[in-house]
């Protein structure tokens, strides 16, 4: 248990559902990242929270994608529409004082 | 992009010490060196930072060159449970950045 809970750790989709994954971060961390891991890759920024603010989203989030973090507690990340592309691992990190980054396990979503 | 560069792999034998490199030429001055690891199916791992003095912890040692554009991660005995993808990355903590990836080096620990 890393401290930063993810549900579900694994979701398969139809091409075309909406999914929706949750994030619980650190309780006394005000910022939250949302990253996607492609097959190789290194993980690609999505977006970022201080607080209940959405502060920067990347180009990589399209228009199908939305990401809420209400009362600046936990987060969700919805995909409307889901493509083949959008198969990756989705993960969710809280940032320490000095120590880094605090990640979760990640949520892997299979869209067939 | 990714400010770093690794190389793709690395082997070690079992029990020896693993070192991996880690090139930031262009690191700032008020940039740390951090190290994660990612293992397989799970999210990455912090494992140590640094800025300029070189640093040990329960996991590793990390060495900063003095000039700060290239730093080693040691892992002093590895074990095969320290096969996994390490990810060297420079960001400043006084700023609300985010962290960019590069691909990492992937670690095969040999028995």
């Known amino acids: 248990d890393t401290g930063v809970s993810q549900d579900p750790r694994h979701k398969i989709t139809k091409r075309g559902q909406n999914v929706t994954f949750r994030c619980d971060p650190i309780?006394?961390?005000?910022?939250l990242y949302w990253y996607r891991q492609t097959l190789g890759q290194g993980p690609e920024f999505l977006t970022y929270?201080?607080?209940?603010?959405?502060?920067?989203k990347s180009r990589l989030l399209s228009d199908r994608f939305s990401a809420e973090r209400p009362k600046g507690s936990f987060s969700t990340l919805e995909i409307q529409r889901t493509e083949q592309g959008d198969s990756a691992m989705y993960l969710c990190?809280?940032?320490?004082?000095?120590?880094?980054?605090?990640f979760g396990s990640g949520t892997r979503l299979t869209v067939v | 992009d990714a400010k770093t560069t690794q190389p793709p792999s690395m082997d070690c034998a079992e029990g020896r010490a693993a070192n991996l490199p880690c090139n930031h030429s262009?690191?700032?001055?008020?940039?740390?060196v951090y190290w994660y690891r990612q293992i397989h199916s799970q999210g990455p791992q912090y494992i140590i930072h640094?800025?300029?003095n070189n640093e040990t912890n329960e996991m590793a040692s990390l060495i900063i060159t003095e000039d700060r554009k290239s730093s080693t991660l040691i892992l002093p005995h590895a074990t095969l449970r320290d096969t996994a993808v390490y990810y060297c990355?420079?960001?400043?903590?006084?700023?609300?950045?985010?962290?960019?990836f590069g691909k990492g080096t992937r670690l095969h620990i040999l028995p």
């Open positions: 990190a809280s940032p320490g004082e000095l120590d880094g980054y605090t």
């Open positions: 990355i420079v960001g400043d903590p006084n700023r609300d950045d985010k962290i960019i």
């Open positions: 262009t690191i700032s001055g008020n940039e740390y």
């Open positions: 640094g800025l300029k």
């Open positions: 929270f201080q607080n209940e603010a959405q502060l920067e």
């Open positions: 309780s006394e961390h005000n910022r």
